[in-house]
């Protein structure tokens, strides 16, 4: 069983940074893909990035390509950090692992997803 819980959610004014830490129990997590999706409030939960189980590819959404970073260490945790935060970044931060042991990058879907964490909210004002 995996647990996630995530950190580092704040209020920042747009141009600041922030950066997300997704931490997991349970030692298959290191095997797992993990991506990062977000909810604004009236819409669906939507893809960021994702990162494959090895760290070394990476997956964006156009919105966040080139300000955001994901990234993971070998201590069952997975980051995102975000540069260049806008107004419109403003939303519930989930991260996601899928249940596919070496898989490769993803999820990118919030369906692919078997474990989630409880959300970190960030707040960018203009």
């Known amino acids: 069983q995996v647990q996630l819980v995530e950190s580092g959610g704040g209020s920042v004014q747009a141009g600041g940074s922030l950066r997300l830490s997704c931490a997991a129990s349970g030692r298959a997590f290191s095997l797992y893909p993990v991506a990062w999706f977000r909810q604004a409030p009236g819409k669906e939960r939507e893809f960021v990035a994702a990162i494959n189980w090895r760290g070394d590819s990476t997956d964006y959404a156009a919105s966040v390509k080139g300000r955001f970073t994901i990234s993971r260490d070998n201590a069952n945790t997975v980051y995102l950090q975000m540069n260049s935060l806008k107004p419109e970044d403003t939303a519930v931060y989930y991260c996601?692992?899928?249940?596919?042991?070496?898989?490769?990058?993803?999820?990118?879907?919030?369906?692919?997803?078997?474990?989630w964490g409880q959300g970190t909210q960030v707040t960018v004002s203009s």
């Open positions: 996601g692992a899928e249940r596919k042991t070496w898989g490769p990058i993803g999820p990118s879907d919030s369906h692919e997803v078997d474990y």
